[in-house]
């Protein structure tokens, strides 16, 4: 008898243990899957302010219709490689003004 009560008590124990990672998991899960509180950084949003920020201050990408970005980010991307400078011009001209 004593032995079973300890087996039910030892079960008992794993089965709270898994509802315990059960419940983690789905904590886990459903914080990723919520909506993000931040929308996640755009990687030519963040190559944007990495290659675009020492010299002068991040103009918002509605400053300027897509044709004056292009003009830009040749202009001023020389530090940038060409696949970096097509990252944050694809992103600009994402975000740009409309065109008139
Ligand atoms: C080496 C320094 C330097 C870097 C790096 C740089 N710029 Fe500039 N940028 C300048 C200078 C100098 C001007 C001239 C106008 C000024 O003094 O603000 C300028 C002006 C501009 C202007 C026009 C601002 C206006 O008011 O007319 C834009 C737009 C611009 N840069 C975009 C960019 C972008 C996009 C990048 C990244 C690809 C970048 N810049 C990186 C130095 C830089």
Redesign the pocket.
């Known amino acids: 008898m004593r032995t079973s009560s300890t087996k039910n008590g030892i079960s008992f124990l794993c089965l709270m243990m898994s509802s315990v990672g059960v419940w983690l998991l789905y904590v886990l899960l459903s914080g990723c899957s919520a909506p993000a509180e931040r929308p996640p950084l755009d990687p030519g949003q963040a190559l944007?302010s990495a290659?675009?920020?020492?010299?002068?201050r991040?103009?918002p990408a509605q400053?300027?219709t897509a044709d004056?970005?292009q003009e830009?980010?040749v202009?001023?991307?020389?530090?940038?490689t060409e696949q970096?400078?097509q990252e944050?011009?694809r992103y600009?001209q994402q975000n740009a003004r409309p065109a008139q």
Request: charged content about 20%; some cysteine.
């Open positions: 944007y290659k675009c920020a020492s010299c002068h991040l103009l400053d300027y004056v970005w830009y980010v202009k001023y991307g020389k530090q940038a970096q400078r944050i011009l600009l």
